[in-house]
């Protein structure tokens, strides 16, 4: 059967006046887009009328299914495993994906992580895990396979064949300015996580001035736009709203946050992390239906830590997707800067805001993150937070350490981290778990 012939300009002007479209209209809109016979234009045209107009439920519902549809799937239905993922919409310092993987594999939970790059201000998983030297995370469907039947777990990045509506109209919402806006992220998401085949899903909703949705009663609501998507095609889906007003743990950039996951895993780590961590962890065990307690989850979690069980399985997940497995036991051998510069407080104050974003931004700046598509990353640069919200610091204490390529570029890190800092200010720290969020609703945490 073939379509009805679109006129794209007539959707373009309904939907910019407020009116819905069909969904078989959104699902007539992918496939022209993904075909290449609507050009990019029309698309970011549309694009940006949905940031103003929002899209009704059956809009978003039409417009996720399509997306899903027009790829494969990785098909892991005949796993005698739950398999669960865990998607974080961004942030900085944000390395939980590293420490959850094996540590939900050590539970007989498998965890196929698909994941992505930095993106502005943020970090990427899959750029942190190339910090390993050796590390692959182009893996094909099948050796993805593989992987995940030997260790229970696999990270990599999106394949060619997995959503390709989302990979082209990603790359155009990046430079249209059509990110922020909630039905276009959940569609975008929820389509690719649905491509994993998952039994369950937790969602890590970032909240506060770092975050890509800012405000904390926007996130519960794109936290509960997508929990009704997985929810609808079969995969519990529960979300946890976390703070993104600060940095998350002490270590930003990609080899230092490998070197702390490494501690973490080695049951050391900041607190932060590893609280947003376990609280991640338990999370997936109980959608994956392996717990039905959250006090029995949260043991059994710090358990596989305690033992030693998680970084065994890290080990043998950076040996066999290529890496040099060494680095667990000396992380000494990731790939070190030249530079080391401290930044100390020049007098007795309290730390009132450490703001995540400048942060990012002065770390994209020394080389660690991307501008443009193309640029290649400098895993050895990054920035180390020591101090918090709340902290008093005596003059001459360290606030932070960067590590650059020269002295000239540390420097003006050196300034981008003191002014993300502010001292003896108001004080209004979100909380770092703040709520859980299931198909039932929202409870404060
Ligand atoms: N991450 C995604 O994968 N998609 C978005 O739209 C935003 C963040």
Same mark, same amino acid.
């Given at each position: ?30 496939? *022209? ?89 943020? *970090? ?80 890590? +909703? ?5 975050? &890509? ?13 997508? +929990?009704?998507? *997985? ?16 940095? !998350? ?12 996951? +490494?501690?973490?895993? %080695? ?43 998680? !970084?065994?399985? &890290? ?14 036991? @000396? ?9 080391? !510069? ?35 990353? @400098? ?15 005596? %003059? ?28 003896? *200010?108001?004080?209004?720290? !979100? ?15």
């Amino acid at each position: 059967m073939t379509d009805p012939p679109l006129v794209v300009p007539r959707l373009i002007e309904r939907k910019r006046d407020g009116l819905a479209l069909a969904p078989e209209e959104w699902t007539a809109i992918v496939r *022209g887009y993904v075909a290449g016979t609507i050009p990019d234009y029309q698309i970011s045209a549309l694009a940006m009328a949905v940031v103003f107009r929002g899209l009704t439920e059956p809009e978003l519902v039409a417009l996720t299914g399509a997306m899903l549809e027009s790829g494969d799937r990785f098909r892991l239905e005949d796993m005698a495993w739950p398999r669960v993922d865990k998607h974080s919409i961004g942030g900085v310092g944000d390395k939980t994906s590293l420490l959850l993987a094996p540590m939900l594999a050590c539970l007989e939970v498998a965890v196929p992580m698909i994941s992505g790059r930095g993106l502005g201000h943020t *970090g990427g998983t899959l750029d942190k895990l190339e910090a390993i030297p050796g590390f692959s995370t182009q893996l094909s469907l099948a050796e993805a396979r593989r992987v995940l039947d030997r260790l229970g777990c696999v990270m990599m990045g999106q394949t060619p064949e997995l959503v390709p509506a989302d990979r082209k109209l990603y790359a155009l919402r990046d430079v249209t300015g059509t990110v922020e806006s909630i039905p276009l992220i959940s569609a975008s998401i929820m389509s690719k996580k649905l491509a994993e085949s998952l039994t369950g899903l937790v969602l890590d +909703i970032k909240t506060g001035s770092g975050a &890509f949705i800012t405000d904390p009663v926007q996130s519960l609501v794109l936290a509960e736009t997508m +929990i009704r998507l *997985g929810e609808a095609r079969g995969c519990r889906t529960t979300a946890l709203l976390t703070a993104m007003d600060r940095p !998350l743990g002490v270590a930003c950039g990609n080899a230092v946050e490998v070197a702390e996951v +490494i501690e973490g895993l %080695r049951g050391g780590g900041p607190a932060d992390l590893m609280e947003v961590t376990y609280a991640l962890a338990a999370e997936m065990l109980l959608v994956s239906g392996r717990a039905t307690a959250r006090a029995d989850a949260r043991a059994r979690v710090e358990a596989v830590i305690e033992s030693g069980q998680a !970084l065994d399985r &890290f080990r043998q997940l950076v040996e066999v997707q290529g890496g040099d497995p060494r680095v667990v036991d @000396d992380p000494g051998r990731l790939p070190r800067a030249p530079v080391w !510069l401290d930044v100390v407080a020049d007098r007795n104050a309290t730390v009132t805001a450490v703001a995540p974003r400048p942060i990012g931004h002065a770390i994209v700046a020394l080389g660690g993150g991307r501008t443009k598509t193309d640029d290649r990353v @400098d895993p050895a640069v990054g920035i180390l937070v020591f101090v918090r919200p709340g902290q008093a610091v005596t %003059r001459g204490e360290r606030l932070a350490t960067i590590a650059a390529r020269s002295r000239d570029a540390a420097e003006r890190a050196r300034a981008s981290v003191l002014a993300a800092m502010s001292f003896d *200010g108001p004080l209004a720290p !979100l909380p770092l778990i703040s709520h859980r969020v299931t198909r039932d609703g929202v409870v404060p945490w």
